[in-house]
């Protein structure tokens, strides 16, 4: 994984904790309007992917006791994982592509819902992914993956040889000499794995998503309302099918890529056709990148553009992440997918504690409150969420009074210490167990391994009533060692 050429090691260091009535005189725990809906404080908690689901993409036990025991830390808002909104493998993530899967999504709201006595708000990430491959075996990719055409053929001279052996000519050569004969993408095929991209317009099922996309995510919006949820979070972030239509590298020339304008008509689309199934009174809103990080993407004024577009179109509420993205990923294993993470644009998103003098925490603030800012100034006063390395109360209320936010989310705060809402709240924020920015919770979701926190997932398992891991060696949610009594 990359890491930055200044290496330091960062601690958490939270200023004090408030007192019970210091908390309850907050701003991050007092009540704000989202759309038609109100949230009891300003706390959230984004979408993490546990991999926990089953393999056709249902809800499990697992999943309900993950959601069950963040509730029970009673955030305002759990965003749940992202969701696909195809009928397609999509691995251990959840689905909604289909009506057969709104039984097991309804008993996961009930779940949250029972568990936080009302408190929490249940929203559902709905996401669409492109096909990506695993990173081939050389021999592999030239003897069956490889399409021989004129110009491999051209480049080695061997214009009237069968295609067996123009592909024993191609296996032999060097990755210099492979570098001039195959083209780009064949090469990227081959060192990183293939992966569709939203430019690859040659493919009819690549140049027909705009026509197809705002069905699917509309239908899914509906089956997601019918299911009971408070909200929809659209995943317009990272490396997938919405966010690369929002990027710069967006360069398709059929009306739907290029200029800012071009390249958000179909996320605008996609919005439209959620909120015609779900009606104005329902929350819809979306997360989104305020920057790309890598090269020739998009930067914060791109976001500004796009924040401004969605709040006029009526989102209720805008999610900022950054980074995260394909296009700088390091080389996979051969036999492994590429993972979006693991490149400079990956380690702002989820950066961890061994970073440079700017440190692992808020990295993501300062372009937040430049996109805040920009709404302000144009009238528009569209909640916006932060996210990306925050821990404590002090650090939260701050950017709340300084308007860098009005809304502040935790991730991987929350995964250490799922009540770390109720402690603080209650004037026990001495009691919150810490993240320590490792990313050990990260690297597991890299692997597609189910999701734990290396500072809980060890802890009493000689204790017969929780649940396991497959291999017996982790603990599947923190333990409850606060119980609040007010």
Same mark, same amino acid.
């Given at each position: 994984?990359?890491?930055?050429?200044?290496?330091?090691?960062?601690?958490?260091?939270?200023?004090?904790?408030?007192?019970?009535?210091?908390?309850?005189?907050?701003?991050?725990?007092?009540?704000?309007?989202?759309?038609?809906?109100?949230?009891?404080?300003?706390?959230?908690?984004?979408?993490?992917?546990?991999?926990?689901?089953?393999?056709?993409?249902?809800?499990?036990?697992?999943?309900?006791?993950?959601?069950?025991?963040?509730?029970?830390?009673?955030?305002?808002?759990?965003?749940?994982?992202?969701?696909?909104?195809?009928?397609?493998?999509?691995?251990?993530?959840?689905?909604?592509?289909?009506?057969?899967?709104?039984?097991?999504?309804?008993?996961?709201?009930?779940?949250?819902?029972?568990?936080?006595?009302?408190?929490?708000?249940?929203?559902?990430?709905?996401?669409?992914?492109?096909?990506?491959?695993?990173?081939?075996?050389?021999?592999?990719?030239?003897?069956?993956?490889?399409?021989?055409?004129?110009?491999?053929?051209?480049?080695?001279?061997?214009?009237?040889?069968?295609?067996?052996?123009?592909?024993?000519?191609?296996?032999?050569?060097?990755?210099?000499?492979?570098?001039?004969?195959?083209?780009?993408?064949?090469?990227?095929?081959?060192?990183?794995?293939?992966?569709?991209?939203?430019?690859?317009?040659?493919?009819?099922?690549?140049?027909?998503?705009?026509?197809?996309?705002?069905?699917?995510?509309?239908?899914?919006?509906?089956?997601?309302?019918?299911?009971?949820?408070?909200?929809?979070?659209?995943?317009?972030?990272?490396?997938?099918?919405?966010?690369?239509?929002?990027?710069?590298?967006?360069?398709?020339?059929?009306?739907?890529?290029?200029?800012?304008?071009?390249?958000?008509?179909?996320?605008?689309?996609?919005?439209?056709?959620?909120?015609?199934?779900?009606?104005?009174?329902?929350?819809?809103?979306?997360?989104?990148?305020?920057?790309?990080?890598?090269?020739?993407?998009?930067?914060?004024?791109?976001?500004?553009?796009?924040?401004?577009?969605?709040?006029?179109? =009526? &989102?209720?509420?805008? $999610? /900022?992440?950054?980074?995260?993205? +394909? #296009?700088?990923?390091?080389?996979?294993?051969?036999? @492994?997918?590429?993972?979006?993470?693991?490149?400079?644009?990956?380690?702002?998103?989820?950066?961890?504690?061994?970073?440079?003098?700017?440190?692992?925490?808020?990295?993501?603030?300062?372009?937040?409150?430049?996109?805040?800012?920009?709404?302000?100034?144009?009238?528009?006063?569209?909640?916006?969420?932060?996210?990306?390395?925050?821990?404590?109360?002090?650090?939260?209320?701050?950017?709340?009074?300084?308007?860098?936010?009005?809304?502040? =989310? &935790?991730?991987?705060? $929350? /995964?250490?210490?799922?009540?770390? +809402? #109720?402690?603080?709240?209650?004037?026990?924020?001495? @009691?919150?167990?810490?993240?320590?920015?490792?990313?050990?919770?990260?690297?597991?979701?890299?692997?597609?391994?189910?999701?734990?926190?290396?500072?809980?997932?060890?802890?009493?398992?000689?204790?017969?009533?929780?649940?396991?891991?497959?291999?017996?060696?982790?603990?599947?949610?923190?333990?409850?060692?606060?119980?609040?009594?007010?």
């Amino acid at each position: 994984m990359w890491r930055p050429l200044q290496r330091m090691k960062w601690q958490t260091t939270p200023q004090p904790w408030p007192t019970q009535a210091e908390a309850a005189a907050s701003l991050l725990f007092s009540p704000i309007q989202v759309g038609p809906l109100q949230l009891s404080s300003r706390t959230w908690i984004p979408a993490m992917v546990p991999w926990r689901a089953t393999p056709d993409g249902y809800v499990t036990p697992a999943n309900l006791e993950w959601y069950k025991r963040f509730a029970q830390g009673r955030p305002a808002v759990i965003v749940i994982e992202a969701t696909g909104i195809r009928d397609i493998p999509s691995g251990s993530l959840l689905r909604l592509g289909d009506d057969r899967f709104i039984p097991g999504l309804s008993e996961l709201v009930r779940t949250v819902h029972e568990a936080s006595d009302g408190y929490t708000r249940v929203f559902i990430q709905l996401i669409d992914f492109l096909a990506i491959r695993r990173r081939p075996d050389p021999a592999t990719y030239f003897s069956r993956h490889l399409q021989i055409r004129q110009h491999h053929r051209d480049a080695l001279n061997m214009s009237l040889a069968k295609d067996e052996q123009v592909r024993d000519a191609l296996a032999r050569l060097s990755k210099e000499e492979l570098r001039q004969v195959l083209d780009f993408r064949e090469f990227d095929a081959l060192e990183m794995g293939y992966r569709e991209r939203v430019t690859d317009v040659h493919l009819p099922h690549i140049r027909d998503l705009p026509y197809q996309l705002p069905d699917l995510f509309g239908r899914a919006a509906a089956r997601a309302k019918l299911a009971g949820f408070d909200g929809i979070e659209l995943h317009y972030a990272h490396a997938y099918t919405m966010s690369s239509f929002l990027s710069a590298l967006n360069t398709r020339d059929d009306g739907w890529g290029g200029s800012r304008e071009a390249r958000a008509r179909l996320p605008l689309d996609v919005y439209h056709a959620v909120r015609k199934e779900v009606g104005t009174n329902f929350v819809v809103g979306c997360r989104f990148l305020t920057t790309d990080i890598v090269d020739g993407g998009n930067r914060v004024e791109d976001a500004e553009y796009f924040a401004q577009l969605f709040a006029r179109a =009526g &989102m209720d509420f805008l $999610s /900022l992440s950054r980074g995260g993205r +394909f #296009e700088d990923a390091q080389q996979p294993k051969v036999g @492994q997918a590429a993972y979006p993470y693991t490149g400079p644009s990956g380690y702002e998103c989820m950066p961890q504690y061994i970073s440079d003098e700017q440190g692992p925490f808020g990295r993501n603030v300062l372009p937040t409150q430049s996109i805040r800012q920009s709404l302000r100034h144009a009238g528009l006063q569209t909640p916006v969420v932060v996210a990306g390395g925050i821990y404590d109360f002090a650090g939260a209320e701050r950017l709340l009074k300084d308007d860098s936010a009005d809304i502040v =989310g &935790m991730a991987r705060q $929350s /995964l250490a210490d799922p009540d770390w +809402f #109720e402690k603080v709240r209650t004037g026990h924020g001495e @009691q919150v167990r810490l993240c320590r920015y490792t990313n050990y919770c990260e690297a597991l979701d890299a692997k597609h391994d189910v999701v734990t926190c290396e500072l809980w997932d060890r802890e009493k398992l000689d204790d017969p009533e929780i649940s396991r891991t497959p291999d017996g060696k982790r603990r599947m949610v923190a333990p409850r060692t606060f119980v609040n009594s007010n």
